[in-house]
């Protein structure tokens, strides 16, 4: 059973996997977004670590845009086209040549408010819906239709699948209001669908980055072959296995990004790993609850897929 075979058992509820999955995703140097440098930068980690799926990292942040300035202003949006990523998608047919058949090749895929929040800021992103939702979704509906453009595109390339982060329905936003529903779902959705019907691993990552969550319940209905997302819920904490039953679906996760991982040492990476899987809910992938500091010790990040594996060795 290759990498592939391995994660894509996970999904038809086979039993008795002959090792826990994983994977960790960090952002490489400036010097290693695009071209052969990005390609071979992933291949390295992918190699050194162990992991058992290619993700490839989103570089392509959408530009600020200063005329946006009103909501009324969304209407000057540019749709960018296929030259805007197509770096993004070379390493994607360069990953896919390179290890394919190996492994699975995921995209990183933002979502069509992450993308908006990059092109305003956050905080005037947010205003601007409360002040006036329908101007801002003549935006987010040119900025879903730019990400559709990416999205084929890596479909064309050979990708096995995305990564999906979903984010704006933190407590402080939107989380079950109205404003949510109507200005940040559909346009989710609508990219999502899409990948779920096209792709056969997709995961969906529902991102906590700023201000994190009190409820996992908006986002029940969304597909994705996986659930990935942090286990605190404001002042609660809940278990792989509890998240697994919630979205019906295998967790990945288990692993807090800030944590031992990123400032321990491998001892104290093992001591923690070792109670993750001990923990674990029957069709897991060990990871963590985003993406790790770009300066962690690749080696902590070795020692806990080597853990999952059940390495000869790797119980330090």
Same mark, same amino acid.
């Given at each position: 059973?290759?990498?592939?075979?391995?994660? /894509?058992?996970?999904? +038809? @509820? *086979? #039993?008795?996997?002959?090792? !826990?999955?994983?994977?960790?995703?960090?952002? =490489?140097?400036?010097?290693?977004?695009?071209?052969?440098?990005?390609?071979?930068?992933?291949?390295?980690?992918?190699?050194?670590?162990?992991?058992?799926?290619?993700?490839?990292?989103?570089?392509?942040?959408?530009?600020?845009?200063?005329?946006?300035?009103?909501?009324?202003?969304?209407?000057?949006?540019?749709?960018?086209?296929?030259?805007?990523?197509?770096?993004?998608?070379?390493?994607?047919?360069?990953?896919?040549?390179?290890?394919?058949?190996?492994?699975?090749?995921?995209?990183?895929?933002?979502?069509?408010?992450?993308?908006?929040?990059?092109?305003?800021?956050?905080?005037?992103?947010?205003?601007?819906? /409360?002040?006036?939702? +329908? @101007? *801002? #979704?003549?935006?987010?509906? !040119?900025?879903?239709?730019?990400?559709?453009? =990416?999205?084929?595109?890596?479909?064309?390339?050979?990708?096995?699948?995305?990564?999906?982060?979903?984010?704006?329905?933190?407590?402080?936003?939107?989380?079950?209001?109205?404003?949510?529903?109507?200005?940040?779902?559909?346009?989710?959705?609508?990219?999502?669908?899409?990948?779920?019907?096209?792709?056969?691993?997709?995961?969906?990552?529902?991102?906590?980055?700023?201000?994190?969550?009190?409820?996992?319940?908006?986002?029940?209905?969304?597909?994705?072959?996986?659930?990935?997302?942090?286990?605190?819920?404001?002042?609660?904490?809940?278990?792989?296995?509890?998240?697994?039953?919630?979205?019906?679906?295998?967790?990945?996760?288990?692993? +807090?990004?800030?944590?031992?991982?990123?400032?321990?040492?491998?001892?104290?990476?093992?001591?923690?790993?070792?109670?993750?899987?001990?923990?674990?809910?029957?069709?897991?992938?060990?990871?963590?609850?985003?993406?790790?500091?770009?300066?962690?010790?690749?080696?902590?990040?070795?020692?806990?897929?080597?853990?999952?594996?059940?390495?000869?060795?790797?119980?330090?």
């Amino acid at each position: 059973m290759n990498k592939r075979d391995l994660v /894509l058992s996970l999904l +038809e @509820a *086979v #039993k008795g996997l002959p090792t !826990i999955p994983a994977g960790f995703f960090i952002h =490489f140097d400036p010097r290693y977004h695009r071209g052969q440098a990005a390609i071979d930068k992933h291949l390295e980690y992918f190699h050194y670590t162990g992991m058992d799926f290619v993700k490839i990292q989103y570089e392509t942040n959408f530009p600020f845009r200063e005329e946006i300035r009103k909501p009324e202003d969304w209407v000057r949006m540019p749709k960018y086209g296929i030259d805007f990523y197509q770096d993004q998608v070379d390493v994607a047919w360069g990953l896919v040549q390179a290890a394919g058949k190996e492994a699975l090749v995921i995209m990183t895929l933002y979502s069509p408010f992450m993308c908006a929040r990059d092109t305003i800021g956050g905080d005037v992103l947010v205003k601007q819906i /409360l002040e006036n939702p +329908e @101007a *801002v #979704k003549m935006g987010m509906e !040119i900025i879903t239709e730019s990400l559709r453009i =990416f999205v084929r595109a890596c479909i064309e390339a050979g990708v096995d699948g995305f990564y999906h982060s979903t984010q704006g329905g933190e407590t402080s936003r939107f989380e079950g209001s109205v404003l949510f529903d109507e200005c940040i779902k559909p346009f989710d959705l609508s990219l999502m669908n899409e990948i779920n019907e096209k792709c056969r691993f997709n995961i969906l990552h529902v991102c906590d980055y700023f201000d994190g969550y009190t409820a996992l319940t908006p986002f029940l209905e969304y597909p994705g072959d996986v659930i990935n997302c942090s286990l605190h819920l404001g002042d609660k904490k809940l278990t792989g296995q509890q998240v697994s039953d919630l979205f019906g679906r295998p967790f990945m996760g288990g692993i +807090e990004r800030l944590g031992t991982i990123a400032t321990g040492t491998t001892r104290e990476v093992s001591d923690m790993v070792r109670t993750v899987l001990d923990q674990a809910p029957e069709r897991f992938i060990l990871g963590a609850d985003c993406t790790l500091p770009a300066d962690v010790y690749w080696e902590n990040i070795r020692t806990a897929i080597a853990l999952a594996h059940n390495e000869p060795g790797a119980q330090i």
